[in-house]
């Protein structure tokens, strides 16, 4: 059975997603933290993306990298610290690949009858850093209609 | 929501399969300009090319601001219309990256299961 996933633009600086998982914390905790789980999932099959590579060491203080191509392109990094890993409740994480306009990303775990209500929440510097993320279309979502939408507005705004 | 994207993509291909409304697109693309710089430049008649500039607004193409009595086009999406499209496409990667997660952890109960139903020595 599949859950609902809704996204929330929460304030001028906030992103909230959320989603309940089939299965115990403890387990989605696991699956979000382990390096080897976190790439089957992280990248849905669907993408024309691959991990190049997946390093976490999900611990505070820890830090993390992910390696991502699109299309046969150079690896692109992806990476930051983890400021708190509370098992099986709470992560929150850096995401520092963008400079200083990079979110704080908090993920908890909530349990209730066996299964996890997941709520994360990205947290810009900025409304400005906000925007500007959301002027741009999700790297991870490629769709060749609205690709050719946007090439055609690239090139009549260039 | 994906209602309202589909509705907009609809609208961007109606708006983009006239001449005249591609050719606004490409003014637009080097500068802002009034409806009656438009009208002058496409030899049509104010009324003709509100309703030109009209379909490439709901399309999201174009935003327009009256300003005293000039109202000036300048190409850019409509900020509202735009975030929602921009949300739906995220919403839509978290559910694609969650159904897997679900695969995931179902798969790591199915092991935990197993093990356990295994007989100890």
Redesign the interface.
């Known amino acids: 059975m599949?859950?609902r996933?809704?996204?929330?633009?929460q304030s001028d600086r906030e992103?909230v997603?959320t989603?309940t998982?089939?299965?115990?914390a403890r387990?989605?905790f696991?699956?979000w933290t382990t390096a080897d789980?976190f790439k089957?999932?992280?990248?849905?099959?669907?993408?024309p993306i691959a991990i190049h590579s997946c390093e976490m060491d999900a611990r505070t203080g820890g830090g993390y990298k992910l390696m991502l191509s699109q299309g046969g392109g150079a690896p692109m990094p992806f990476f930051g610290k983890y400021l708190e890993v509370t098992p099986h409740s709470r992560l929150v994480w850096t995401n520092e690949e963008g400079g200083e306009n990079g979110a704080v990303t908090t993920v908890t775990f909530e349990e209730k009858g066996g299964k996890t209500l997941?709520t994360?929440r990205d947290l810009y510097p900025s409304k400005q850093a906000l925007d500007d993320t959301?002027g741009q279309?999700?790297p991870?979502?490629m769709?060749e209609?609205?690709d050719q939408?946007e090439t055609?507005?690239g090139?009549?705004?260039? | 929501m994906v209602q309202l994207v589909r509705a907009r993509?609809d609208a961007?291909f109606a708006a983009?399969s006239d001449a005249t409304r591609r050719g606004v697109?490409?003014r637009?693309?080097r500068s802002d300009a009034s409806i009656t710089d438009l009208a002058d430049r496409f030899q049509m008649t104010l009324t003709g090319m509100k309703k030109h500039v009209g379909v490439l607004e709901r399309a999201g193409?174009v935003t327009t601001e009256k300003v005293g009595r000039v109202r000036t086009c300048r190409?850019?999406p409509r900020r509202l219309e735009?975030?929602m499209a921009?949300?739906?496409?995220?919403?839509?990667?978290?559910?694609?990256?969650?159904?897997?997660?679900?695969?995931?952890?179902?798969d790591?109960?199915r092991k935990?299961d197993d093990n356990e139903r295994t007989p100890r020595k």
């Open positions: 599949q859950n996933t809704t996204v929330e633009r992103l997603v989603r998982v089939n299965g115990p387990l989605v696991k699956a789980l089957q999932w992280w990248i849905p099959k669907s993408m997941v994360m959301m279309m999700p991870e979502t769709d209609t609205f939408l055609l507005l090139t009549l705004k260039a | 993509l961007s983009l697109l490409e637009l693309g193409f190409i850019g735009d975030e921009w949300l739906e496409r995220y919403r839509q990667l978290w559910e694609a990256r969650f159904n897997e997660l679900d695969r995931v952890v179902e790591l109960q935990e």
